[in-house]
């Protein structure tokens, strides 16, 4: 075995490893992939993979980030693209704050790679969906694939579709490639090194890239995170301002929460919000974390509270707190200072009181929202301010549906009446319009027939036979 397939393969193996123990995002049924963080749509079959460890996994099994339809179904599907030149321990600590502060990530395994390759067309896919490029880069060798990976980044920079945000780990310019790769690959080491050089030349933007004094701090990566996390919020919240009817679900919730006065800011303030699967309180609850976390020394978005739940209460000590995942909380809590706390899918009484009682020790003025199916279920736990997310207006449904199906505020004159027909069958639900639009997003006249009258026999206004539909052979 050559000594380049020979690394290869323990690359490969790495990695597979890894997947099984840390990143099994996704697992195959009935050929179709479901996401093992709760989406509102899945609930039968969250129960039955509610506990990885009790299942068996092929490689091909574990995806490394959410599935495809996890961008319709949530708003969006990637942030912040992650891509290293080597495998690093700090990349995952990286993530790890990114993830926290509910940045969706994708990140890329080209540094497993040792031969010249075109970029998969899923990464194409992460790459033209992400509002930001991370690139860690280390003094150790780059691999083949991180550097051609790096020139298809740095041509979507070009085009202006990407924000590449480079963090150097070196002070010298990192512009050197091994001279194992030169010798093998001499027609594309002048590219490799002209990329590199672009890369170094990036990083003299942004004052976290090569902020070498800084590197010795404890939190670091913590600082680096949370200034990629603004970039990333300031960005997303503009794209928000066209969600539909969020300016009014926005009034109501400030008031509660008292953003815009002194109200309750000289104590830790709990909310709840609460609607029906698919009517839109996940977004509603990302919305509020773009426009508001600037305010806060320390901002968390709790996507999965179950699991929290099993990592956190390693103990009977409620002040215990041992995943790596939720230790900003924690150095929050130790520190005083003021925190926005997101807990989505907040789903039995214990969660909701567990959360309560933990945040009573965050500074005054932090704020918590806990996002549920269930308004009894927060009452219960002791929440007195309670918003209810009302399904959307006919109006409301029908720019939203628009949107995802036409890619523009109204439907076309002859496919006005198509599209209030769908609209109805979709049961005025957000989540349901953005799946059946986007379905019908470029498909002629007799296929939306074909598509409306099949939804219309499974009665419609479902969001697993919207879905049913979308995957059915056509």
């Not at 996940?282 to 699991?307: D, G, H, M, P």
């Not at 006249?445 to 499974?458: D, F, G, N, S």
Request: charged letters at 25%; a neutral charge; hydrophobic letters at 40%.
């Amino acid at each position: 075995m050559s000594f380049c397939r020979q690394r290869e393969k323990i690359a490969s193996r790495k990695v597979y490893e890894r997947n099984l123990k840390q990143h099994a995002s996704g697992l195959r049924f009935n050929s179709h992939w479901w996401s093992v963080s709760p989406l509102e749509f899945t609930p039968k079959v969250r129960s039955y993979i509610s506990d990885p460890s009790s299942l068996t996994f092929r490689q091909e099994d574990i995806v490394r980030t959410k599935p495809m339809y996890s961008s319709l179904l949530a708003g969006r599907d990637v942030d912040v693209f992650l891509s290293f030149c080597c495998e690093t321990s700090d990349h995952r600590v990286l993530q790890d704050h990114l993830l926290g502060s509910g940045i969706q990530t994708f990140e890329s395994i080209s540094w497993g790679e040792t031969r010249v390759r075109s970029v998969d067309q899923r990464t194409l896919k992460a790459l033209e969906e992400s509002k930001a490029v991370v690139m860690l880069s280390k003094r150790e060798p780059c691999s083949v694939g991180f550097l051609e990976e790096l020139i298809v980044i740095l041509e979507f920079q070009e085009k202006g579709s990407l924000k590449v945000i480079p963090i150097c780990l070196t002070p010298y310019p990192f512009v050197d490639v091994e001279e194992e790769n030169s010798q093998l690959y001499p027609e594309n080491a002048p590219s490799w090194r002209a990329a590199l050089t672009k890369l170094s030349n990036i990083a003299t933007e942004y004052p976290f890239s090569r902020n070498i004094k800084s590197m010795f701090l404890p939190d670091w990566l913590r600082e680096v995170a949370r200034d990629i996390c603004l970039q990333v919020l300031s960005s997303t919240s503009n794209d928000l301002n066209a969600l539909v009817a969020m300016d009014r679900h926005m009034e109501a919730v400030y008031e509660l929460l008292g953003v815009s006065s002194d109200v309750n800011n000289n104590e830790v303030q709990t909310i709840g919000i609460w609607c029906s699967a698919g009517v839109g309180k996940t977004t509603l609850a990302r919305y509020i974390y773009a426009k508001i976390s600037v305010n806060f020394q320390t901002c968390v978005f709790l996507e999965n509270v179950e699991n929290m739940k099993d990592k956190i209460l390693k103990s009977e000590d409620p002040t215990v707190m041992t995943s790596l995942d939720h230790d900003i909380m924690t150095k929050a809590r130790r520190k005083h200072e003021k925190v926005l706390l997101v807990a989505d899918g907040v789903n039995n009484i214990e969660q909701a009181v567990w959360i309560i009682e933990y945040a009573k020790w965050f500074a005054p003025g932090s704020k918590v929202a806990l996002i549920s199916q269930n308004k009894n279920l927060l009452v219960d736990a002791g929440v007195t301010d309670v918003y209810e997310v009302r399904t959307l207006r006919y109006d409301e449904s029908l720019q939203l549906f628009s949107h995802f199906a036409f890619k523009q505020p109204n439907p076309p004159t002859d496919f006005e009446l198509l599209a209030v027909h769908a609209v109805h069958l979709a049961g005025f639900l957000p989540l349901a319009l953005r799946l059946l639009g986007s379905f019908l997003n470029g498909k002629g006249r007799q296929e939306w027939e074909a598509a409306l009258l099949k939804l219309k026999a499974k009665q419609g206004g479902n969001i697993l036979e919207v879905w049913k539909l979308m995957e059915s052979p056509q």
